[in-house]
């Protein structure tokens, strides 16, 4: 029997209408359009305004619109897992509130945490459990409301982040297409250059932690793209080295959008022209877990059954890695 490979076969993606720019960010912290483009690659992002919004309802519409390019309901998705660091709340997980909001009564699932990296995470665990062959559809989110923890104080890290969500629907195939390989790493020590201080049992949410502002993204900016570059590059050369791939067999480059210059050396190292890879950093800016299923989402109808495409990020933790995909069906 021939193996059975976790295939893509559908793409969501939801991003909020408000679009913070540079030129309201200089309105708001010492800062400017010049030094953010030059530095991140960033124009603009999106911010999910309004009260009682979270990262479900970004990811809901994401979801809603995979199933229905599909034509399935969401009755039939047996998992949903949701790689998010900014979950509605502490628990339950993000994934049963999507699923509850959608009418998923048949699915379980359950969050993954791993910042940057979580969509890749996600979508190597989704994918072991297709090719287990106990479960025909689940779904992978990558999704975050990073305006809910971001320091709008703080000019090192207020103009990176934003808000948005992707999904992609794994199903099972015997054709080769899908999830074929995957890179994966994590160093714990890189907890103390991305974090955030308090919230969770080490330092719960006081009087005091409020005060000192510790609910919020902490970045030392400087190691983390030193980090990033070597992390994220060594990850996805590693990936091509074991299976005999050259920049030539490659048709796009997936990468994190956390900065274009991390895009630039990794694209490099793998002798990628600029045109193979996907950017939307300008207009997104780092949606964190949302980045990559954002990019397929843009660029689902230049993707063509049979392309290997390479999927790429690094992020807090330190998590990183590179999975290789063979995308498995045209969308027209
Ligand atoms: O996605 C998760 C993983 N995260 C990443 O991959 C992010 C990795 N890090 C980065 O992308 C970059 O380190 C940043 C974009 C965060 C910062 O860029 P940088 O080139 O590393 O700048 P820097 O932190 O070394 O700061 C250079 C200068 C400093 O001024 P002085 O000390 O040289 O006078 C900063 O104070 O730029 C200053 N600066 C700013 N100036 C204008 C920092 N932020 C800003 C700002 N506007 N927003």
Same mark, same amino acid.
């Given at each position: 029997m021939p193996a059975i490979t976790a295939a893509i076969t559908s793409v969501g993606g939801y991003v909020p209408e408000y679009r913070l720019t540079n030129a309201i960010l200089e309105t708001m912290v010492d800062t400017n359009d010049e030094w953010i483009k030059s530095r991140t690659g960033i124009d603009e992002r999106r911010i999910l305004k309004g009260e009682g919004l979270a990262t479900s309802d970004m990811a809901v519409p994401a979801v809603l619109e995979l199933c229905q390019k599909r034509g399935i309901s969401p009755l039939e998705i047996d998992c949903l897992i949701c790689g998010t660091v900014?979950?509605? +709340?502490?628990?339950?997980a993000t994934a049963n509130i999507i699923c509850d909001k959608i009418g998923a009564v048949n699915a379980w699932g359950f969050d993954l945490s791993a910042a940057c990296s979580g969509f890749l995470y996600s979508l190597t665990t989704g994918a072991a459990l297709i090719e287990s062959g106990r479960y025909k559809k689940v779904v992978v989110v990558g999704a975050d409301k990073m305006s809910a923890i971001v320091?709008?104080?703080?000019?090192s890290t207020c103009i990176i982040f934003g808000d948005g969500a992707g999904a992609v629907l794994l199903e099972p195939s015997t054709d080769e297409n899908g999830v074929l390989d995957s890179v994966l790493k994590s160093d714990g020590s890189g907890k103390n250059y991305l974090h +955030?201080?308090?919230?969770?049992?080490l330092k719960p949410a006081s009087a005091e932690t409020i005060a000192a502002k510790e609910h919020y993204i902490f970045q030392d900016g400087q190691p983390v793209f030193k980090a990033a570059v070597k992390g994220m590059a060594d990850a996805a050369y590693e990936l091509m080295q074991r299976n005999n791939l050259t920049g030539d067999d490659i048709v796009w480059l997936v990468p994190h959008q956390a900065n274009k210059r991390i895009i630039d050396a990794t694209a490099k190292r793998m002798d990628l022209p600029s045109e193979k890879v996907m950017l939307n950093i300008q207009k997104f800016g780092n949606t964190t877990a949302g980045t990559i299923p954002l990019c397929l989402w843009e660029w689902e109808k230049q993707l063509h059954k049979g392309d290997k495409i390479v999927l790429a990020a690094f992020g807090g933790g330190f998590t990183w890695g590179a999975t290789l995909v063979q995308w498995a069906y045209d969308s027209e």
């Amino acid at each position: 029997m021939p193996a059975i490979t976790a295939a893509i076969t559908s793409v969501g993606g939801y991003v909020p209408e408000y679009r913070l720019t540079n030129a309201i960010l200089e309105t708001m912290v010492d800062t400017n359009d010049e030094w953010i483009k030059s530095r991140t690659g960033i124009d603009e992002r999106r911010i999910l305004k309004g009260e009682g919004l979270a990262t479900s309802d970004m990811a809901v519409p994401a979801v809603l619109e995979l199933c229905q390019k599909r034509g399935i309901s969401p009755l039939e998705i047996d998992c949903l897992i949701c790689g998010t660091v900014t979950p509605d +709340m502490i628990f339950p997980a993000t994934a049963n509130i999507i699923c509850d909001k959608i009418g998923a009564v048949n699915a379980w699932g359950f969050d993954l945490s791993a910042a940057c990296s979580g969509f890749l995470y996600s979508l190597t665990t989704g994918a072991a459990l297709i090719e287990s062959g106990r479960y025909k559809k689940v779904v992978v989110v990558g999704a975050d409301k990073m305006s809910a923890i971001v320091d709008y104080t703080d000019r090192s890290t207020c103009i990176i982040f934003g808000d948005g969500a992707g999904a992609v629907l794994l199903e099972p195939s015997t054709d080769e297409n899908g999830v074929l390989d995957s890179v994966l790493k994590s160093d714990g020590s890189g907890k103390n250059y991305l974090h +955030m201080k308090a919230g969770g049992s080490l330092k719960p949410a006081s009087a005091e932690t409020i005060a000192a502002k510790e609910h919020y993204i902490f970045q030392d900016g400087q190691p983390v793209f030193k980090a990033a570059v070597k992390g994220m590059a060594d990850a996805a050369y590693e990936l091509m080295q074991r299976n005999n791939l050259t920049g030539d067999d490659i048709v796009w480059l997936v990468p994190h959008q956390a900065n274009k210059r991390i895009i630039d050396a990794t694209a490099k190292r793998m002798d990628l022209p600029s045109e193979k890879v996907m950017l939307n950093i300008q207009k997104f800016g780092n949606t964190t877990a949302g980045t990559i299923p954002l990019c397929l989402w843009e660029w689902e109808k230049q993707l063509h059954k049979g392309d290997k495409i390479v999927l790429a990020a690094f992020g807090g933790g330190f998590t990183w890695g590179a999975t290789l995909v063979q995308w498995a069906y045209d969308s027209e």
